[in-house]
T-cell receptor, first 112, second 117 residues
């Protein structure tokens, strides 16, 4: 069956460190993989998109990798700050469709 | 900065009643979506809409659900006969085919919290 898995346990890290979040999927062939940030009671906010033919994408302190062989994406936040504390969601869109499947999200807490 | 708006922010209804959730997508966007998120659970895709018709829908989006773009600005989700399990946050989102390359970036609204009693 199709699955998208993110570490459901909260991730606590010290301010200034790099946070690494994982998104694994099975039985999908995504054309794109996206990462969103969600704060409590709010809608998701788009962060980064990576295409199936791209290995890595960067935006300021954010970096995402996409390994279609391992069926995994890693999301990194460098020099993390308490303001980065939120739930981070990965989402897949399978080729040729406009149907997006979200993972359960990983809650990140950056400790001052 | 343009944003997606949703009304109402909170809707309380009795089981079996019809509800209409309203969204105003970003004005030059072409693709519209509805998602729901049950408290503490993941964001679930309901439906995507393009060129005045449904592009994709999930198993959740059964005959009790319908979507409409009644004019050039609004995008609505109707639930005909609400059930207790329809209680959730409903998010509208929109996207375009912009030149930035992020053409599948979705902009989400703030959500409507639906409570079915």
């Amino acid at each position: 069956s199709q699955k998208i898995e993110q570490n459901s346990e909260a991730l606590n890290i010290q301010e200034g460190k790099t946070a690494t979040l994982t998104c694994n999927y099975t039985n999908y062939s995504p054309a794109y993989l996206q990462w969103y940030r969600q704060d409590p009671g709010r809608g998701p906010v788009f962060l980064l998109l990576i295409r199936e033919n791209e290995k890595e994408k960067r935006k300021e302190r954010l970096k995402v990798t996409f390994d279609t062989t391992l069926k995994q994406s890693l999301f990194h936040i460098t020099a993390s700050q308490p303001a980065d504390s939120a739930t981070y969601l990965c989402a897949l869109e399978t080729s040729g469709t406009y149907k997006y499947i979200f993972g359960t999200g990983t809650r990140l807490k950056v400790l001052a | 900065e343009p944003e997606v708006t949703q009304t109402p922010s909170h809707q309380v209804t009795q089981m079996g009643q019809e509800v209409i959730l309203r969204c105003v997508p970003i004005s030059n966007h072409l693709y519209f979506y509805w998602y729901r998120q049950i408290l503490g659970q993941k964001v679930e895709f309901l439906v995507s809409f393009y060129n005045n018709e449904i592009s994709e829908k999930s198993e959740i989006f059964d005959d009790q659900f319908s979507v409409e773009r009644p004019d050039g600005s609004n995008f609505t989700l109707k639930i005909r006969s609400t059930k207790l399990e329809d209680s959730a946050m409903y998010f509208c989102a929109s996207s375009d085919l912009g030149s930035s390359g992020n053409y599948n970036e979705q902009f989400f609204g703030p959500g409507t919290r639906l409570t079915v009693l």
